[in-house]
């Protein structure tokens, strides 16, 4: 059975929507070619990611639908790890189908999230704004949720 966890939209680093000071083109538009040859194709969603806080709750990635290691997508830095999990996201009666997105921190050089922070890929959704209280549907069986007994803000 799934789990709803229900989420705050926080501003994330800019960098999977739009050209950056760290990229000069959007990083998931650069990355779904790769995604795609290794079998997940992201085309039809939004070419950016959802930044839904769980905190006081965290997550690990446990047992992804996909994993793709070492993806050398732009030469501006050395290759990542990316896992994959189906997912959904509820915002204003509706929902939308996805993916949560981790790249995984050990192959970062920068652009780290705070493990309360979920990104998704999924489709656009009209009027969502930072600062939007969404929920989020994962599978318990790929993602593992626990409470943080220390919280801190995201």
Known sequence: ???RLQGLLKRGHRVASRPSK????SSLEKQKPFFKNLGLDLYEYFNGTLNISI???EFSM???EFTFELVKWTDLHPPETFSFSCCKVFF???EYAGWVYYPHPETKKTHFQNPSLIEVITYEIPEIQYGDVSEIEINP???LIRENNHPHEV
């Open 1 to 3: 059975m799934n789990k």
């Open 55 to 57: 905190a006081p709750h």
């Open 22 to 25: 760290d990229y000069p083109y």
């Open 92 to 94: 204003k009666s509706r």
């Open 62 to 64: 446990t047992h992804p």
């Open 141 to 143: 069986s790929e993602i």
